[in-house]
């Protein structure tokens, strides 16, 4: 099984609202992450989390915050987000890194977030 | 600086046409170099991880090949249902982090 599950697959939101997305996976892997692809780009990164713990941050504005409630699930709270933000967001897992495996990520179907 | 590559940007072809898909890299210490299938809307959907210079894998009608600098992924034959952007990734050192390439839409035309 190298299934990724995140949801909603759709969100609208208002600038005022709070929401959150939601991402699970069972593959055992220690290592999940959070991007944001816009239209016609690749993914971008946003954090990663490594045996539960924040391990990178790339400077996202607060209005994002990732939780990691345990080693299979994965949350971006949203709060005050700007029309710039909408995006597909996509999760994403692996194995924490270790020379001679296999590292390669698996990425959820995303959430196509517009914000209104 | 560490980049990625990818050439075509766009590659339109009969069903039928073979073609090859290029990522070239420069990255101080490759870890991993990986590609990916993306259709609209969805998320990467995995197909190789290739480690080193002359390493080989195939699946279907993809084939992904890499040298020292570059990776090209070859679709023998391909049908329609092919289509989709192809997006190469290198990962770097002891660094989660994937570089990515900014893709190579792919049209198979019946």
């Known amino acids: 099984d190298t299934e990724v599950t995140q949801t909603p697959k759709h969100l609208v939101m208002g600038m005022t609202n709070k929401k959150s997305l939601k991402c699970e996976q069972h593959?055992?892997?220690?290592?999940m992450y959070w991007y944001k692809q816009k239209a016609k780009k690749p993914p971008e990164l946003m954090f990663v989390y490594s045996y539960e713990k924040l391990s990178i941050n790339e400077s996202v504005p607060s209005r994002f915050s990732p939780e990691c409630p345990n080693s299979s699930l994965l949350n971006l709270h949203l709060h005050a987000l700007q029309p710039e933000d909408s995006a597909l967001y996509l999760c994403?897992?692996?194995?924490?890194?270790?020379?001679?495996?296999?590292?390669?990520?698996?990425f959820g179907q995303g959430t196509r977030l517009t914000v209104v | 600086e560490d980049q990625v590559t990818q050439s075509p940007e766009a590659l339109r072809l009969q069903e039928g046409e073979s073609s090859s898909l290029n990522c070239s890299y420069t990255v101080s210490g490759l870890r991993g170099l990986f590609w990916y299938r993306q259709d609209p809307g969805k998320g990467p959907e995995f197909l190789f991880t290739l480690y080193s210079a002359g390493e080989e894998k195939e699946k279907e009608r993809l084939k992904a090949t890499l040298t020292k600098k570059e990776s090209f992924l070859h679709i023998t034959a391909p049908k329609p249902e092919d289509s989709a952007t192809y997006l190469c990734a290198v990962q770097e050192g002891s660094n989660y982090q994937l570089i990515w390439g900014a893709g190579t839409k792919l049209i198979i035309k019946p």
């Open positions: 593959m055992g892997h220690r290592a």
């Open positions: 994403a897992s692996s194995q924490v890194g270790v020379p001679g495996l296999n590292t390669e990520a698996f």
